[in-house]
């Protein structure tokens, strides 16, 4: 590595924990709320109703499988699983995922799954979803769906190795900020994306 090489990948370290320090700094309520100290970390909640993290901003995990749409818990029908809060649109619903919680957890933490397909455990809207593989996934709105299932296949085997191989486990903003930073090789810019759909369309029947 030459000198010059070996200057810029410090300078690019210290950008990155710059970035970290700030945002540490700047929303240390949502870091607590997506990293809880358990086998869930890191998930997409946020603190709400006076509970800590709340996955999907308290929409119903259940009610995907069941009411084929997505549907707003209620702070009466909850549970708690891992560290993190779950709510219900019934005592049914609740009933359901406290006998199989891991049947109903949504991939990849609640993150939106294209996000994850370039490790970056980032979005990741409740209204924004579909079921493959009896496996829920979550989606950071219609554009990054519709990227996904540009290839649904390779993607999903992309997102559940960057999740097994570096989100699982860690902190979700150092592992966003690091890959936001250092890009993974296939890593496409939302512009990119938007083209690519926008030919896959064109070329449809």
Not at 105 to 120: H, N, R, S
Not at 124 to 129: C, H, L, P, R
Request: include cysteine.
């Amino acid at each position: 590595m030459t000198p010059t090489s070996t200057a810029l990948v410090r300078l690019a370290r210290a950008t990155c924990l710059a970035a970290v320090a700030a945002l540490a700094l700047s929303g240390c309520s949502a870091m607590m709320a997506q990293n809880p100290s358990t086998a869930l970390k890191p998930v997409n909640a946020i603190a709400m109703g006076g509970d800590d993290r709340v996955m999907l901003a308290g929409h119903d995990v259940v009610a995907y499988w069941t009411l084929g749409h997505h549907a707003v818990g209620l702070p009466q029908f909850s549970s708690v699983y891992e560290g993190v809060t779950f709510r219900f649109a019934s005592a049914e619903h609740k009933a359901m995922f406290d006998r199989d919680p891991k049947k109903y957890l949504p991939q990849y933490g609640g993150f939106c799954a294209d996000g994850i397909v370039y490790g970056i455990p980032w979005g990741g809207d409740a209204d924004t979803w579909r079921i493959d593989g009896g496996r829920l996934f979550i989606f950071g709105g219609a554009g990054s769906k519709a990227a996904f299932e540009l290839d649904v296949k390779g993607n999903t085997v992309l997102a559940d190795r960057y999740w097994a191989d570096e989100v699982a486990g860690s902190n979700s903003f150092v592992q966003r900020t690091k890959r936001l930073i250092f890009r993974v090789p296939h890593y496409k810019s939302g512009e990119e994306l938007a083209r690519a759909v926008a030919a896959a369309k064109a070329k449809a029947p």
